[in-house]
DNA sequence: ACCTGTGAACAGCTTCACAGCG
DNA sequence: CGCTGTGAAGCTGTTCACAGGT
């Protein structure tokens, strides 16, 4: 095993991959598979050959040329770059049914993430315990000293900046946004955002797209979707 | 007004930005704003001012040079655009938290979306009306009769191979998998996936490199961010 | 024979900079 | 003058095709 030499920089396209190829590295070995090619491993995660290898490649070599990649080391060398060897503890914002599913959902723990706070402004929510956490208040998490790396916002849209920026104060750089809108925040802070209203109309783009060429039966305009499969994220939650 | 020439294809990337714009234009409408600048636009939707007039250039001319665009005309040519002008039938698959979630947000109807089904197997859940819906079964649906152009699938990972085919038998060709993992579909259907895991994974990673870059007092490895904010999607949901 | 790792070609997207028009 | 619309330039990401190992 040479020394694992850090690259520059792993191209942001290939980090958006990553946790699909570690969700399919699990699977494997979870059924005691020890060894996959990129073939087999861009199959499970719907993405060409080509592409795994040269995505891979930007971690290193750790794959063996005529065999293929050893699962087990593979795993380990992926979480590392994720950054999931350790735990971010993380706080879920807004306790409509959105924030209760996501802090429901178990696939965090022992995964590289925590739950460490649950929070909501409603007086008649805080206090009460869910999922085994006390639910508390913005303040009430600032004064408390919890350290929190990544925030979860799932209250309403109206609500988000003004949460998103206390969060900031609480030096939090890490925002995962449910809630619509553009949050505005300062440099240094990441902020990503998942809508269920775009992910629709970009469905319904297509649906359109797929009538259209069919009502004026054009066959060229009908390659409506993406090369092998069309998928940017993955999806979780029971 | 000219005639609304069609051009070939609108990249995809802009499509994915769309939503973003006519998001921003309703919110501009409800306040009585009639026109807005691409600086603006830009603005609220987080990108660069040439980005949108690139983007919306795809579309048509519809905007007044040394003016800037018609906030009524423009949301209405956005909203043809990605096929908002009708309703489509969504049903989503698994009544679970997330399933729930959903079926209350109540930002589809009206805005291109109405949720025609709720679905579960648990013959403790079908029957029971969530939302003023009764909830069904897939078989139920399926000879019902009831069209569905897009579904959604909310259950738990194992199920979402067979349900996502299932909903392909029924005729849908438009998928958003909120389910972790790859479904493997017959070429013609689009598929959309959401993870909360991947995303949190992404987080972490940037987490990691801030970090990295601090206790190495490396400041060109701190530009971790995108440039002026770093969204692929929006939020929703309260 | 097989599969990785990678330079090179290619495709798509973003940004620039300015011409064109109100 | 202000702002749109757009060719051109530059950049990022993907695919190809094959050299390099085992």
Not at 167 to 187: E, K, M, Q, T
């Amino acid at each position: 095993m040479t020394a694992p030499v850090r690259r520059a920089g792993v191209p942001e396209a290939t980090v958006g991959r990553l946790p699909l190829y570690l969700r399919a590295l699990t699977a494997l070995l979870d059924q005691g598979i020890t060894s996959i090619s990129s073939e087999e491993l861009a199959t499970l995660a719907g993405v060409r050959s080509a592409q795994v290898r040269k995505d891979l490649s930007h971690l290193g070599s750790y794959g063996v040329r005529g065999v293929g990649y050893d699962s087990e080391q593979l795993s380990a060398q992926i979480s590392q770059e994720l950054g999931l060897t350790q735990e971010w503890p993380v706080a879920i914002v807004g306790m409509g049914n959105l924030g209760r599913a996501l802090a429901a959902y178990g696939g965090f723990t022992g995964r590289g993430f925590r739950i460490v706070a649950l929070v909501d402004d409603d007086p008649e929510v805080v206090g009460t315990v869910v999922e085994g956490l006390t639910v508390t208040t913005l303040t009430a998490l600032g004064t408390s000293g919890t350290a929190v790396a990544i925030g979860v916002i799932t209250t309403p849209a109206p609500a988000a900046q003004t949460v998103a920026e206390q969060l900031v104060l609480l030096g939090v750089r890490s925002i995962l946004n449910f809630a619509p809108g553009h949050l505005v925040l300062p440099d240094g802070v990441d902020v990503r955002g998942v809508d269920l209203a775009t992910e629709l109309q970009i469905l319904a783009f297509h649906e359109q797209r797929r009538l259209l060429a069919i009502s004026t039966h054009d066959p060229l305009v009908a390659d409506v979707d993406a090369g092998p499969d069309c998928d940017l994220g993955r999806g979780a939650l029971g």
